[in-house]
T-cell receptor, first 115, second 113 residues
Framework: AQSVTQPDIHITVSEGASLELRCNYS??????LFWYVQSPGQGLQLLLK??????LVQGIKGFEAEFKRSQSSFNLRKPSVHWSDAAEYFC?????????????FGQGTTLQVKP | ETGVTQTPRHLVMGMTNKKSLKCEQH?????MYWYKQSAKKPLELMFV???????ENNSVPSRFSPECPNSSHLFLHLHTLQPEDSALYLC????????????FGPGTRLTVL
């Protein structure tokens, strides 16, 4: 069955510290992968995406993610966290090719940033 | 106004009421989506429309009725809902419905009493 797992429901880091949010997927087809962020009361904003090519992708707000096919992972990283990064982060996977636009989302990881 | 907008932002309704959620995208996209976001659960895709035609119904109960009159507008008509239908309903759009990035609206927070 297709699934996305974000093992960490809640993470707390100090401002200025590095961050890594984990994402593992189970998908039979060639995946394409997304990370979205959701601030309280807001919709989802795309941080970055991976379709093909370089397995290290750069996104907005200083985030990056690395696709590791052998580990079925797409972890999100940031070298130095800012207080404004506190939000909920969602990993999502879809299939190539796809004629439905269907994405499978993980349960999300809530990031808290300590001053 | 740019991006994807949703109205109303908050809605409280009784189980016997009929209401509608509206989504409008200003991005020139051809595909639109409804998602349900419940507490402690992953986002659930409900419906997909591509060029105004419904291409996906993810086993959604008939008390939810979508309508897509054109590629820019998407509605979700609600009737005889249950308290467990209380959730954040998110609309998204994409250029096409294959590998294209989906852009989300801010959502409608629905409470069913």
């Amino acid at each position: 069955a297709q699934s996305v797992t974000q093992p960490d429901i809640h993470i707390t880091v100090s401002e200025g510290a590095s961050l890594e949010l984990r994402c593992n997927y189970s998908y039979g087809a060639t995946p394409y992968l997304f990370w979205y962020v959701q601030s309280p009361g807001q919709g989802l904003q795309l941080l970055l995406k991976y379709f093909s090519g370089d397995t290290l992708v750069q996104g907005i707000k200083g985030f990056e993610a690395e696709f590791k096919r052998s580990q079925s992972s797409f972890n999100l990283r940031k070298p130095s966290v800012h207080w404004s990064d506190a939000a909920e982060y969602f990993c999502a996977v879809g299939a190539i090719p796809s004629n439905t636009g269907k994405l499978i989302f993980g349960q999300g990881t809530t990031l808290q940033v300590k001053p | 106004e740019t991006g994807v907008t949703q109205t109303p932002r908050h809605l409280v309704m009784g189980m016997t009421n009929k209401k509608s959620l509206k989504c409008e995208q200003h991005l020139g996209h051809n595909a639109m989506y409804w998602y349900k976001q419940s507490a402690k659960k992953p986002l659930e895709l409900m419906f997909v429309y591509n060029f105004k035609e419904q291409t996906e119904n993810n086993s959604v109960p008939s008390r939810f009725s979508p309508e897509c009159p054109n590629s820019s507008h998407l509605f979700l008509h609600l009737h005889t809902l249950q308290p467990e239908d209380s959730a954040l309903y998110l609309c998204a759009s994409s250029q096409g419905q294959d590998t294209d990035t989906q852009y989300f609206g801010p959502g409608t927070r629905l409470t069913v009493l």
